[in-house]
């Protein structure tokens, strides 16, 4: 037998599981009996217990708990161990039921008696701390070693069908009982018997159990799952159903947005080539999403639904994820067709840049511009950016649109620098996706040196959330393009959750006040004096001030009270394209 050694860590680490998880119920008249056997057994590491004193009571409890094992005496009054023996062997459920007859009888015909009605092993009152132990500890790796053979799949390691079916059951429960929002993937691999016909089945179950870690990895690393109710870390919900399906639940999600969002990484992850045997495989998936309580509450609706709903993507051409609600469906309609027009508007030319004015508040001049993304698709229809921009992050096509934008953004900026007008900055919006590339900053650095453009007057506006991931490689970055001469700009400042102290750490030069607050000035009191606070703020920490979406004299001269600096907004001008803007420039005056 080969086994990988991944395959031998989930192994080890299932049974330690077990073992530390175990769930033991005793029944047993002698309460005092049970109190020691516990103590004992707490020295042995195992924590979980049901203690049953009255005998009447031991078949319900056990239907309730579910014990991974049974400690069982046999003589005490109303219901004997024997009874208990019996009816539990004739319950398929607990047919296999590891059960351990505690006992202080020497006969040996009770003992072939327990033994016929199925006793798995027999302990000796007084109990033998270390004996009992060795025991507990042999009978549960055994059942454990059962379970893996009953539950789990050879091939990716993976719990299998029965298992799942059982967890669903218990994780739908748990879902009504705190409320919480449910969600099962059925994921479907295409094309897999090709890869069999290629490759033979040794390399289709690599294929398979590279899958299988790849989907684990999606769901592990994903931030939108919360953290379970009780202090553990809810274990991974992926199993093996059938032959090239893998089943997910997700029971900690806020919204199906999140179900969507770990589909769409699973497809993601799927697409990538991978190497067996050394062919390069091709594989695609489809999804079917069914939530609860959403579209029902009963399993195998739920199921069904998920099926249905992974055949008709299937049937729409695949390689995509289909909830089974219509309503959702819709909404998730519009930005794959986003997407796919996307994924050729590069290509096809179908990006403009266009560039609002940013004025001194005082002398009303234009100092600099804000650039600004605008699609016109093949069809001649105008799709606004915030639609887009989203898909374009998600997808990771922000890179090369963003690689674009900043190309053309320098060299437009060069070419109003070298006509003889006056010398403006230009702001360029980037998304957090775009800073984490590694190669961001040696793409900046190129694209100055290209089109020999003064980086004193270029700004990246960037995100709050960004500011405020703290990832040690961010700061290094924000320092580099500092030390480049370039200046920093927070986007929407206000609306994200910036601690104002944290400001002043940080290498940057400017916030640009959001929309919503301008909007509300003068005559909502409470976005005035946030307004106000941001620039005092600002003022004292030697920071520059831009107000977004200026519209009105009104707000323009609440904003001159309180000294900002900038303004952008319809007020003087909506972005403009790059010969309306360069009419506007002054001539440079020397
Ligand atoms: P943003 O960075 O906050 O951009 C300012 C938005 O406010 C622009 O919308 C602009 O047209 C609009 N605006 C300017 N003045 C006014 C005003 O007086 N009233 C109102 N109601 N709106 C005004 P736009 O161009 O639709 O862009 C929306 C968002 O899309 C931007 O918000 C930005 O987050 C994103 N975006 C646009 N271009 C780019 C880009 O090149 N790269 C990236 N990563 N994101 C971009
Ligand atoms: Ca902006
Ligand atoms: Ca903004």
């Known amino acids: 037998m080969t086994n990988s050694p ?16 175990a769930t033991i119920m ?16 707490n020295d042995f590491g195992y924590r ?39 009816t539990i062997r004739a319950l398929p459920k607990f047919k296999h039921l590891p059960i351990i007859i505690l006992t202080g009888s020497t006969d ?33 790796a055994a059942k454990a070693y059962m379970d893996r053979l009953a539950f789990y799949d050879p091939q990716t390691s993976l719990p299998n069908r029965q298992m799942f079916l059982e967890r669903f059951d218990w994780t739908l429960q748990k879902a009504k009982r705190y409320q919480e929002q449910l969600a099962l993937l059925n994921i479907s691999l295409d094309n897999l018997d090709k890869v069999n016909a290629t490759i033979g089945h040794r390399g289709a179950d690599e294929v398979l159990n590279q899958i299988a ?25 992926l199993f093996r159903t059938e032959g090239s399906t893998f089943s997910l639940l997700l029971d900690r999600i806020h919204d199906v947005k999140g179900a969507a969002t770990v589909a769409e990484r699973i497809l993601r992850t799927v697409r990538e080539p991978m190497q067996v045997e050394g062919s390069e495989i091709f594989l695609r998936a489809n999804i079917g999403i069914a939530t609860f309580p959403a579209e029902s509450d009963d399993r195998d609706t739920l199921l069904r639904l998920a099926s249905s709903a992974k055949d008709y993507g299937k049937n729409k051409g695949g390689d995509c994820f289909h909830f089974s609600s219509a309503a959702i469906n819709s909404l998730y309609e519009k930005r794959r067709s986003i997407e796919s027009r996307l994924r050729n508007a590069l290509h096809n030319d179908e990006f403009t840049l266009c560039y609002q004015p940013q004025l001194d508040i005082l002398t009303n001049t234009i100092k600099g511009v804000e650039v ?13 950016p915030e639609e887009f921009v989203p898909v374009a992050e998600e997808t990771g096509l922000i890179i090369p649109i963003g690689e674009w934008i900043l190309k053309k953004a320098f060299s437009q900026l060069s070419e109003w620098h070298n006509s003889g007008s006056t010398r403006i900055t230009m702001s360029v919006n980037l998304s957090t996706r775009q800073f984490v590339d590694y190669d961001f900053f040696t793409l900046v650095r190129d694209s100055v040196e290209h089109s020999n453009v003064d980086p004193r007057y270029l700004i990246l506006e960037i995100t709050e959330t960004l500011l405020m991931a703290d990832i040690k490689h961010t ?57 106000s606070t941001i620039l005092m703020l600002a003022h004292s920490l030697r920071l520059q001030t831009v107000a977004e979406g200026v519209e009105t004299r009104k707000q323009l001269s609440f904003l001159q009270d309180n000294m900002c600096h900038m303004y952008q907004g319809y007020l003087h001008s909506k972005p403009l394209d790059g010969a309306e803007l360069r009419a506007l420039l002054l001539p440079e005056d020397e």
């Open 6 to 21: 991944h395959k031998e860590r989930t192994t080890r680490r299932y049974d330690s599981q077990i073992l530390a998880h």
């Open 26 to 41: 005793m029944v047993d008249d002698e309460p005092i009996t049970m109190e020691m056997v516990r103590i004992y057994l």
């Open 48 to 86: 979980n217990f049901v203690l049953v004193e009255d005998s009447a009571t031991a078949l319900h409890v056990l239907e309730k708990t579910n014990p991974d094992l049974l400690l069982l005496d046999l003589f005490m009054p109303q219901v004997s161990g024997f009874d208990i023996l019996t």
């Open 108 to 140: 040996p015909g009770d003992k072939l008696q327990a033994l016929d009605l199925g006793a798995t092993d027999f302990l000796g009152k007084p109990v033998d701390p270390s004996e009992l132990g060795l025991r507990i500890r042999n009978t549960l």
């Open 213 to 237: 870690r790849r989907i684990e990895g999606v769901v592990r690393n994903s931030d939108i799952l919360t953290l379970d109710h009780g202090n553990d870390v809810s274990e991974m919900m």
């Open 372 to 384: 600004l993304l605008r699609w016109k698709d093949r069809d001649g229809t105008f799709v606004p």
């Open 475 to 531: 700061r290094g970055l924000l320092q580099e393009f500092k030390d480049m001469g370039i200046r920093l700009s927070v986007d929407d400042f206000g609306t994200g959750y910036s601690s104002l102290s944290y400001l002043c750490e940080l290498p940057v030069d400017e916030l640009k006040i959001d929309r919503s607050f301008i909007a509300g000035i003068p005559d909502n009191p409470g976005k005035c004096s946030v307004v």
